[in-house]
């Protein structure tokens, strides 16, 4: 398997606060993804980053910013966050040069009262 | 925006039956992963397919990737209850950002000992 941990695990926190999850990956692979995860919208992507410091949007970043200063950490920051936002989030590893599969972490519940 | 379409998208069968479920779309991928979801984790990559036409057999699974690159399908002959869970499509972009996936909402399975 590969090496992707998330944390925390389980979060719950009230609106309006900012909140940070960490994916942490050993794998040295290039890309990684944040996705969330929610009935009937299946996985969507949040924001990605294709290196250190390189950062694009994906479908649904409104709300959410991303930040990655060293190749095996990802961080997702809720800058203020709403009840919208109560999801499970993946984050997920890619190695470009092995093809498009990902990797995921095991994932982190958060919920905002 | 490339959208992969999963039928059905719930499924209930008892154990030792055949089923399949479908992954559909208008737009041509450069490839096609299957994922399995088990509750309270993140998906797992259970194969990827690349060629128009191929038919990859993992044990009791089997995945076809359509002619044109737009569609696949997963078979499973004699559905066991450890069959249980969330299937995934996922296709890779054939423009630009090859580098990220586009995820189906997901066909729900269980299987009924």
């Known amino acids: 398997d590969a090496g992707i941990t998330q944390s925390p695990r389980h979060k719950v926190t009230e609106t309006g606060t900012p909140v940070t999850l960490r994916c942490h990956q050993t794998?040295?692979?290039?890309?990684m993804y944040w996705y969330r995860q929610d009935p009937g919208h299946g996985l969507r992507l949040i924001h990605y980053?294709?290196?250190?410091?390189?950062?694009d949007k994906g479908e649904v970043s409104d709300g959410y910013s991303v930040s990655r200063s060293k190749t095996e950490d990802f961080l997702l920051t809720l800058e203020s966050a709403t009840s919208s936002q109560t999801s499970v989030y993946f984050c997920?590893?890619?190695?470009?040069?092995?093809?498009?599969?990902?990797?995921f972490g095991p994932g982190t519940r958060l919920t905002v009262t | 925006t490339q959208l992969l379409e999963q039928s059905p998208q719930f499924l209930s069968i008892q154990e030792g039956e055949n089923l399949t479920v479908y992954c559909n779309s208008s737009?041509?991928?450069?490839?096609l992963q299957w994922y399995r979801q088990e509750p309270g984790e993140g998906p797992v990559l259970l194969v990827t397919v690349v060629t128009g036409g191929e038919v990859k057999k993992l044990k009791r699974l089997t995945f076809q990737f359509g002619d044109a690159r737009k569609d696949s399908s997963l078979h499973i002959t004699a559905a066991q209850p450890g069959d249980t869970g969330l299937y995934l499509c996922?296709?890779?972009?054939?423009?630009?950002?090859?580098?990220?996936?586009?995820f189906g909402k997901g066909t729900l399975l269980t299987v009924n000992p």
């Open positions: 980053s294709y290196g250190v410091k390189d950062t």
């Open positions: 997920a590893i890619s190695d470009r040069t092995g093809g498009s599969e990902q990797y």
């Open positions: 996922a296709g890779q972009n054939s423009g630009g950002s090859n580098y990220k996936l586009t």
């Open positions: 794998e040295n692979h290039r890309y």
């Open positions: 737009s041509v991928f450069s490839s």
